[in-house]
């Protein structure tokens, strides 16, 4: 089973009013993901942006790494408004997968961000966390990192999720 995102940010930027400081000029690219869930492999391609990637990585450099206070910092990373968009886009894709009940959904989500052979675990001691886009972008994330999108996913699914 394949399927793909493509998600444009222009839709990100032009519900932010920030069209206008990316153009966007950088080359796209794809990168696949690949898992497997009850004897199905799933490929999810998606087609990302050098210039969001360069963009998520300049926020880090602004509000909520900046402060030292846990709750502005979590605040801060979990509701960032363009990443929460870009994690949305990611659920309505899981959301379309036809005859799946929403615990199988659950499932098949944890395998995508979960799974070694789709998003391997990169133990970074230096630096903030990623943002949801650069853990699509570099292909790897800590366990935070990873997390985050699955609690983004589950959202969209109406079950509740909490981070430790």
């Known amino acids: 089973m394949e399927f793909w995102l493509y998600f444009h940010p222009r839709e990100i930027f032009a519900w932010r009013g920030e069209l206008n400081t990316y153009n966007f000029s950088k080359e796209i690219y794809s990168t696949t993901f690949e898992f497997n869930y009850r004897g199905k492999k799933f490929v999810y391609k998606v087609n990302l942006f050098d210039d969001i990637y360069d963009f998520s990585n300049e926020i880090k450099e602004k509000g909520c790494y900046l402060s030292i206070n846990r709750s502005e910092y979590v605040h801060g990373y979990f509701e960032e408004e363009y990443n929460n968009r870009f994690v949305e886009a990611i659920a309505r894709d899981f959301l379309e997968l036809e005859n ?36 699509i972008y570099e292909g790897r994330g800590n366990c935070l990192d990873k997390s985050a999108i699955l609690a983004g996913i589950l959202k969209k699914l109406y079950l509740f999720s909490s981070l430790a």
């Open 100 to 135: 799946y009940s929403n615990d199988e959904l659950a499932e098949i989500a944890s395998l995508f961000v979960q799974a070694d052979s789709s998003i391997p675990y990169w133990t970074d001691y230096e630096g903030p966390n990623r943002y949801p886009y650069e853990t």
